[in-house]
């Protein structure tokens, strides 16, 4: 039997998943255990094998069972994986669930483990890719805000992804009515998942000495600048987010990717806590009313901000049309509170969308003294 070298980062992927599917069933798999001392990590499986097995094409228990012991000589099953791993160092975020779980991996096996093996993940493109959301839609706003603060409440990283706090977030994300059923694929925000994110964050965090993850998202950058000093804004929205997701309707599948990372940009706070805000506003009764009264006082719905009036731009087919923000306080979403009407203004489409674009948060009169400062009322 031939066996031929791998030439693609997906064979090496494919063999460490049929290492930890095979090696169940095969003694000399087993047995073998303890003779591997470098071992290879792939995060879209969470499992890691070691390189005699993994660098050959197709490779699998009984082709391996066959094989002569010769061919398994690690230097040039090593050479060619170089191409698509890097061993990380004891400093690496990644290192400690790596080690935990390879001797889990040892210990199920045989008895004793050892302690000089070399892990390695892999490399930088790698990892893009496998993050780039191909299996699994990226992170949303608010999975990130939760992600991030369950890690400002953990003092440190856990050594592996089965800490309670960590499988607690997991459950929810899988609840939270962000991303339709349709683009959610197996492992979709699994407990590694949330690790894996959590070692992002490591990355953009000062205090940390070690070399973190460089394959975050841009977003969760942002993510991270919004609320690394402002913890307590970002406890308040979390607490909204895990009480009032279930008044959230999941989107259509239909709402195409870039509709919703549009509606990312508009709202730090994530989508939940725009549709819960966006819902209060709408309220359909309380908007009406809103109008009703000030058409009945001024004659017209002009916006508060820019003094734009759709009936005087469009006539007919202005009649009647202006939008109600509700100024903002992020206590009001909660359940039961309702809103007042003095709470509520009139405001064209476009000055909306700015209130809730600018952060700080404005208030509507701030932008209407914005607007006059920049002399373009
Ligand atoms: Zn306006
Ligand atoms: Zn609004």
């Known amino acids: 039997m031939v066996l031929r070298l791998i030439r693609t980062f997906d064979q090496a992927e494919k063999n460490i998943h049929q290492y930890n599917a095979d090696l169940p069933n095969s003694r000399i798999l087993q047995q073998r255990l303890r003779t591997h001392l470098v071992w290879y990590y792939s995060p879209r499986y969470n499992e890691l094998a070691p390189s005699k097995f993994i660098g050959f094409i197709g490779m699998n228990g009984e082709k391996y069972a066959n094989a002569e012991e010769s061919i398994f000589d690690g230097g040039r099953t090593e050479g060619v994986l170089h191409n698509y791993f890097d061993v990380i160092s004891n400093e690496h975020e990644l290192y400690q669930k790596l080690q935990h779980q390879l001797f889990n991996l040892l210990r199920r096996y045989n008895k004793s483990t050892r302690s000089n093996v070399r892990l390695n ?26 992600a991030l603060d369950l890690y400002f409440r ?137 109008k009703q009264q000030v058409l009945a006082k001024t004659g017209a719905l002009k916006c508060e901000a820019c003094t734009f009036d759709f009936q005087k731009f469009y006539g007919d087919y202005g009649v009647g049309f202006a939008e109600c923000h509700h100024i903002r306080h992020l206590q009001e979403l909660r359940r039961k509170s309702t809103i007042k009407l003095e709470d509520l203004s009139i405001v064209c489409a476009n000055c909306h969308r700015m209130l809730h674009r600018i952060r700080p948060w404005i208030t509507v009169q701030q932008l209407h003294t914005l607007l006059k400062s920049r002399k373009v009322l």
Request: charged share 35%; with cysteine.
């Open 154 to 290: 953990l003092s440190s990283l856990p050594s592996d992804e089965n800490h309670p706090e960590i499988v607690s977030l997991s459950k929810l994300l899988n609840r939270l009515p962000i991303h339709p059923q349709s683009s959610r694929q197996e492992k979709f925000r699994n407990p590694n998942g949330v690790y894996m994110k959590l070692c992002n964050f490591l990355r953009l965090d000062p205090s940390y000495r070690g070399r973190g993850l460089d394959a975050g998202s841009k977003l969760d950058e942002v993510v991270w600048k919004q609320y690394v000093n402002n913890r307590e804004e970002l406890s308040a929205i979390v607490e909204i987010i895990r009480n009032e997701y279930r008044k959230v309707t999941r989107p259509r599948p239909q709402t195409s990717d870039a509709i919703r990372i549009d509606e990312d940009e508009e709202f730090p706070e994530g989508r939940i806590i725009e549709r819960l805000h966006r819902a209060k506003e709408r309220s359909a009764r309380a908007a009406r009313v809103k």
């Open 121 to 146: 993940i892999p490399k930088q493109k790698f990892l893009q890719r496998i993050q780039s959301g191909r299996h699994n839609p990226p992170w949303a706003i608010d999975e990130l805000i939760l």
